[in-house]
């Protein structure tokens, strides 16, 4: 009996060792995967820089230096003629309106700070890959258009990531080149609406090194898994509703 409880306890020992093992060569493929996309994607470009586009109308302009950040947007409203500045920092969010500082309700800041954060994101991924709530998985290969591609898997910790912690992202990289070309993600709003987005990446260019590219937006009638949207994509099961293009890329030193 006890030589059987011993072979019992070694055999759950090896069982948890190859688990274990197995979990951490996931992720540290993910984390090789990223770090290498990042790179090819000039992310060293892009610490004590000012980058500055527009996008749908408004101009953007993003500083990071060491983990500070100013995100900014300036637009005119189109039923008032005021010009709008908004601008999101470590310590807070602020709204001007023809260079006045506007008084903005807690929940109007949230929504102002949450849409300037996710234009930013989206401009320069995969770059905010490796922020400290980034919890990284990795799916795999697969094949998209002739390609061959390593998928990730992105979830965010609830502490340090964001009100939007609860998304889903699956990443699309090329296993040769290392580029960002598909990526899939769910969401959920606090109105209730909820979906899924696959994304399909147009027109790269360089910007001072700084490899920036554009969408197509597209979604799904039916539901699939995120990590699945690419076999959706390519039987033509998605519809295209937007196109998500950068105007006027600036890239300087502060």
Not at 37 to 62: L, S
Not at 131 to 142: H, I, M, R
Not at 184 to 197: K, L, Q, V
Request: one cysteine or more; hydrophobic letters at 35%.
């Amino acid at each position: 009996m006890r030589n059987l409880i011993q072979r019992l306890q070694i055999l759950v020992w090896l069982v948890l060792l190859a688990t274990t093992g197995c979990t951490g060569s996931k992720n540290s493929d993910a984390q090789e995967v990223v770090d290498a996309a990042i790179a090819a994607h000039g992310g060293q470009h892009i610490d004590k820089k000012a980058i500055t586009f527009r996008f749908r109308g408004r101009q953007y302009r993003a500083l990071r230096d060491n983990g500070a950040f100013v995100y900014s947007r300036t637009f005119t409203d189109d039923s008032t003629g005021q010009r709008i500045h908004d601008v999101l920092r470590n310590s807070g969010f602020q709204r001007t309106i023809d260079d006045a500082v506007a008084e903005v309700p807690q929940e109007r800041q949230d929504a102002y700070s949450a849409s300037v954060n996710s234009v930013i994101y989206f401009a320069l991924l995969p770059y905010f890959l490796n922020d400290e709530a980034v919890q990284k998985k990795y799916l795999g290969e697969a094949t998209v258009k002739g390609e061959p591609y390593q998928k990730v898997q992105v979830t965010f910790a609830a502490d340090g990531g964001g009100e939007d912690h609860e998304d889903v992202f699956v990443y699309w990289f090329h296993k040769e080149r290392h580029t960002l070309d598909y990526l899939a993600y769910s969401y959920a709003e606090d109105n209730g609406d909820e979906g899924t987005r696959f994304r399909e990446a147009t027109n790269p260019r360089e910007v001072s090194g700084i490899r920036f590219q554009d969408y197509n937006n597209y979604s799904a009638k039916e539901r699939f898994p995120l990590e699945n949207y690419d076999r959706a994509f390519e039987a033509g099961k998605l519809e295209k509703l937007s196109e998500i293009n950068l105007e006027d890329i600036k890239v300087s030193g502060i």
